[in-house]
């Protein structure tokens, strides 16, 4: 876990470890130049967020998606 004690969309900023929010994570490393991989729970895309799921990581620049299990709202990614 990378933000310990947290819920919903905070991270953490790497290499400096600076806590932050997702949104503002993925701007940060988008002016980086680097490339965002998300790596998904078992229950990624389930349920009323799954239109979300397969949206939001495009919109935040996410290159590619590694789902622990297959999900038919990821495969738009």
């Given at each position: 876990m990378l933000?310990?004690?947290t819920?919903?969309?905070?991270?953490?900023h790497l290499p400096d470890r600076k806590q932050t929010s997702i949104y503002d994570a993925a701007m940060q490393y988008q002016q980086e130049g680097t490339a965002l991989i998300l790596v998904a729970g078992k229950?990624?895309?389930?349920?009323?967020?799954?239109?979300?799921?397969?949206?939001?990581?495009?919109?935040?620049?996410?290159?590619?998606?590694?789902?622990?299990?297959?999900?038919?709202?990821?495969?738009?990614?």
């Amino acid at each position: 876990m990378l933000a310990p004690g947290t819920e919903g969309g905070v991270t953490v900023h790497l290499p400096d470890r600076k806590q932050t929010s997702i949104y503002d994570a993925a701007m940060q490393y988008q002016q980086e130049g680097t490339a965002l991989i998300l790596v998904a729970g078992k229950e990624y895309g389930t349920g009323s967020s799954r239109d979300w799921a397969a949206k939001g990581p495009r919109l935040l620049g996410v290159k590619r998606l590694l789902p622990r299990a297959s999900s038919a709202s990821t495969a738009a990614i």
